[in-house]
C-alpha cells in the first residue's frame, strides 16, 4: 500500500469477540455453503462477517461469508464441510481492519493474508476525513430495529466524523462496500476540529470531546441525535490530535460499569467519568 496519511488516521478492527450478531444450527453445508432452511435472512445482510462452527462436525472452522441468500451462507472451502450438527455463530470479522486517512479512500487489511487493499465503494464518500475525525464500529446499538437479524444494522457500519471543523458524519456499510454521506446528525450545531476526541461505548453511543473546550457530546446512532453531555472545567493545553479517550467496563458479578477516560490536550491529566 503507497498512501500519505495525515496525523489523524484511524484504524478500526471488527472482532469477533466483541459481538455475536446470530447462532443456529445447520440443516446442510456443501464445499462453500452453510445452508439453514429455517433463516429469511436479506440477501447478503452477512457479506463481509464472519461464520465460525463452535460444535458439531467441523467445529473450530471460522470462515469469512463472501455472500448469501435467504437460507445459505457463502464462505471459501470448508476443511471438514459442516452438517446438520453443525452449531454455527455469526460475528465481527476478526480478520479485517480498516483505516481512513486524509482523503476519501478507504483502506482494508486482510490479517490472514497479511495484504492491505484499497476498496472501491459502491458509493464513494462524499468529503475526506481531517483532523478532529472519529472512526467507530458500531455493534452494539439498543434500538429496535438494529437487532433485528433479519434486517441487522448492528455490525454493519463504521461510523465516522468527519472532523475539520465541520459538523458532518457519515458512515460506512460493511457488507454493501459503500459510504452513506452526511446522516447527520439532527440538532447538530457543533463543529469538531483539532483536539476533538471520540469513543464507543459499546452500547451504540458515541462520546466526543470537541476540540479543547471540555465540552463532551454524546451520538446516538439508533435516533442519530447529538446532544451535550457533560463539561470538564479543568483548562487543556495545545490542541493535539490523536485518540485520548477510551472506555473501562468495571464489572463485579451481575454488575457492570463503565467508565468514560479522558487524557487533556498537551498535558499528563486524566479524568473519568461513569456512564449511568
Same mark, same amino acid.
Given at each position: ?22 447462532? /443456529? ?19 447478503? #445482510? ?14 473450530? #472452522? ?48 486482510? =490479517? ?39 434486517? =441487522?444494522?448492528?455490525? &454493519? ?6 472532523? /475539520? ?39 451504540? %453511543?458515541?462520546?466526543? #470531546?470537541?476540540? =479543547?473546550?471540555? &465540552? ?34 468495571? %464489572? ?25
Amino acid at each position: 500500500m503507497a498512501a500519505a496519511f495525515a496525523t489523524d488516521a484511524k484504524l478500526r478492527s471488527t472482532p469477533g469477540y466483541a459481538a455475536t450478531f446470530t447462532t /443456529g444450527t445447520a440443516t446442510s453445508a456443501t464445499g462453500t455453503t452453510l445452508v439453514h432452511s429455517g433463516e429469511t435472512w436479506t440477501v447478503n #445482510q452477512w457479506t463481509n462477517f464472519q461464520v465460525i462452527i463452535v460444535s458439531g462436525t467441523g467445529a473450530g #472452522q471460522i470462515r469469512t461469508i463472501t455472500s448469501n441468500t435467504n437460507t445459505t451462507l457463502t464462505v471459501a472451502a470448508w476443511t471438514i464441510n459442516p452438517d446438520a450438527t453443525s452449531v454455527y455463530v455469526i460475528e465481527g470479522n476478526d480478520d479485517y481492519l480498516y483505516l481512513i486517512g486524509n482523503a476519501v479512500t478507504l483502506y482494508r487489511y486482510s =490479517i490472514s493474508g497479511n495484504a492491505w487493499v484499497t476498496l472501491t465503494p459502491g458509493a464513494a464518500r462524499s468529503g475526506a476525513a481531517a483532523a478532529g475525525c472519529s472512526f467507530n464500529w458500531i455493534r452494539s446499538s439498543t434500538g429496535d430495529l438494529w437487532s433485528d437479524k433479519y434486517n =441487522i444494522i448492528n455490525g &454493519r457500519r463504521l461510523y465516522s466524523f468527519r472532523g /475539520g471543523a465541520s459538523a458532518v458524519l457519515d458512515y460506512y456499510d460493511i457488507p454493501s462496500n459503500t459510504w452513506v454521506s452526511n446522516v447527520g446528525p439532527l440538532l447538530a450545531t457543533e463543529t469538531l476540529t483539532t483536539g476533538s476526541v471520540h469513543e464507543n461505548a459499546g452500547n451504540g %453511543i458515541l462520546f466526543t #470531546q470537541k476540540d =479543547i473546550t471540555g &465540552r463532551f457530546f454524546r451520538y446516538e446512532c439508533a435516533t442519530n441525535s447529538f446532544t451535550p453531555w457533560h463539561t470538564l472545567m479543568y483548562p487543556q493545553g495545545a490542541a493535539i490530535v490523536g485518540d485520548r479517550m477510551f472506555t473501562v467496563d468495571f %464489572i463485579d458479578g451481575a454488575t457492570k460499569i463503565t467508565w468514560v477516560y479522558f487524557i487533556i490536550s498537551t498535558g499528563n491529566l486524566m479524568f473519568r467519568s461513569m456512564l449511568i
